[in-house]
Nanobody, 119 residues
Framework: QVQLVETGGGLVQAGGSLRLSCAAS????????MGWFRRAPGKQRELVAS???????NYADSVKGRFTISRDNAKSTMFLQMNSLKPEDTAVYYC?????????????WGQGTQVTVSS
């Protein structure tokens, strides 16, 4: 059974940084694309960043140049380095993975970690 566990959220002032981690277990981590999503109060969930099994990354326009997604396959862990944080980055952040290497979407989700950016 695939399990995803996020850590690293917290309260930070605008302009500050946080690093989120997502520890995966239950299958060979390196074979799968991974993604970070977030859901802000009153808003729909959005894809923040994704990384393929080969390390190709993609970012939402709102975080380009500020956030960096990465992965350590040896540790089955994905990261999201968030710099220059803004109040509008406040949300619950989730890591996600597809059920299959052929899946277009994401099927497994972590429990989420709260990120709050104060102005």
């Amino acid at each position: 059974q695939v399990q995803l566990v996020e850590t690293g959220g917290g309260l930070v002032q605008a302009g500050g940084s946080l690093r989120l981690s997502c520890a995966a277990s239950g299958r060979t981590f390196s074979n799968y694309r991974m993604g970070w999503f977030r859901r802000a109060p009153g808003k729909q969930r959005e894809l923040v960043a994704s990384i393929t099994s080969r390390g190709v990354t993609n970012y939402a326009d709102s975080v380009k140049g500020r956030f960096t997604i990465s992965r350590d396959n040896a540790k089955s862990t994905m990261f999201l380095q968030m710099n220059s944080l803004k109040p509008e980055d406040t949300a619950v952040y989730y890591c996600a993975a597809p059920a299959s290497v052929f899946s277009a979407g994401y099927d497994y989700w972590g429990q989420g970690t709260q990120v709050t950016v104060s102005s």
